[in-house]
């Protein structure tokens, strides 16, 4: 299943300045992984050695905020992967 991805700017060097790209996966774990292979690197960016996605990035699944690479994406949801801001 074929789903569009918007990407922040922290992650565009990897998909040549493209905000938004296609992916294939029913899952997070299976839409990073198709990520990885058309975009080589970009994985490590987004999730650790341990299979955790890391602390300064954000996944929302149709609009909901996950932290969890087992989430299935339903059909027509779009994903949005964002770096977290901090401050104070």
């Known amino acids: 299943m074929s789903v569009a991805v918007h990407l922040s700017s922290h992650l565009r060097s990897y998909t040549r300045g493209r905000s938004d790209v296609e992916a294939d996966g029913d899952t997070l774990a299976a839409l990073v992984a198709d990520m990885d292979r058309r975009f080589p ?3 490590f960016r987004m999730v650790d050695e341990q ?13 909901s905020l996950t932290r969890d690479l087992a989430t299935p994406i339903p059909a027509g949801n779009e994903v949005a992967i964002l770096g977290a801001l901090s401050g104070g």
């Open 41 to 43: 690197g970009i994985r």
């Open 51 to 63: 299979d955790h996605i890391r602390p300064h990035v954000n996944f929302w699944v149709g609009g």
